[in-house]
């Protein structure tokens, strides 16, 4: 075995036989920037591994991969286990990089998995679901089985009571719980996309962590708004220097 290869490591199952003087934080880094520069093979092969335990190790390398991760979405929708917390959120993790470019088929399978989202992983769920654009959500919602679409159909209304980036609104959304809430928070990320928000952030109860996630994105995502913003401006006043000269 070479051990410059870190996916034939990953791929023993029981650690405990890894070679000696082998660092786990190193294989798992080299992992990652291997796949990160195109060669997302050796990752399939974990994601497709027998073996549980390297299944879940391919979902951690997944969770950190940028946009090629795309590339390897359906097996690692394939990989995960519904009763283990750490698959679900290896792959709502992966999926941050490249929400927009999922299709609808795509995010109905991650709506399916939100009744077995932790606080962590549900955060991610709200993250893809608002920066998704509305019409694939709710192509997506119409591909649900017929026994959960229903409420999926009717929950995400609840994004509609959304217009505004308020203090009243934010606590308004923090009531609502189960799918209103999760397309709610979405639909509240979503606005907060597109303006500023100077009277963030709005301090929550130090428990509610969606609430607490929510609020560090609303204020990310207002800070870039306002560079992008910035940029554009500035972009903007060049130009019409040059063409007045």
Do not use: C
């Not at 990989?79 to 990089?97: K, P």
């Amino acid at each position: 075995m070479h051990h410059s290869d870190p996916f034939e490591i990953l791929a023993i199952a029981d650690d405990r036989a890894w070679p000696d003087q082998v660092d786990a934080i190193d294989l798992w880094q080299l992992a990652v920037s291997r796949t990160n520069r195109g060669d997302i093979e050796p990752l399939r092969g974990l994601l497709r591994h027998s073996e549980a335990a390297v299944r879940r190790r391919g979902l951690g390398i997944f969770s950190e991969l940028t946009g090629v991760g795309l590339r390897l979405f359906d097996d690692a929708l394939s990989a995960v286990e519904v009763a283990d917390i750490a698959t679900v959120r290896g792959l709502l993790g992966g999926v941050l990089s490249y929400p927009r470019k999922l299709k609808p088929a795509q995010i109905s399978a991650l709506l399916q998995l939100g009744d077995q989202a932790d606080d962590l992983a549900r955060s991610h769920l709200i993250i893809v679901i608002g920066a998704s654009p509305p019409a694939k959500v709710l192509a997506a919602i119409d591909m649900l089985p017929s026994d959960v679409r229903a409420g999926h159909a009717v929950a995400v209304k609840a994004g509609d009571l959304v217009i505004d980036v308020t203090r009243d609104t934010f606590d308004e959304v923090r009531k609502l719980d189960g799918l209103a809430g999760l397309y709610a928070w979405a639909q509240l990320f979503r606005i907060a996309a597109r303006r500023e928000h100077d009277d963030f952030p709005f301090e929550g109860p130090a428990d509610d962590f969606i609430a607490e996630s929510m609020r560090f994105q609303i204020v990310r995502r207002s800070r870039r708004y306002r560079e992008s913003r910035r940029v554009r401006q500035d972009y903007f006043s060049r130009s019409e220097a040059k063409r007045d000269m």
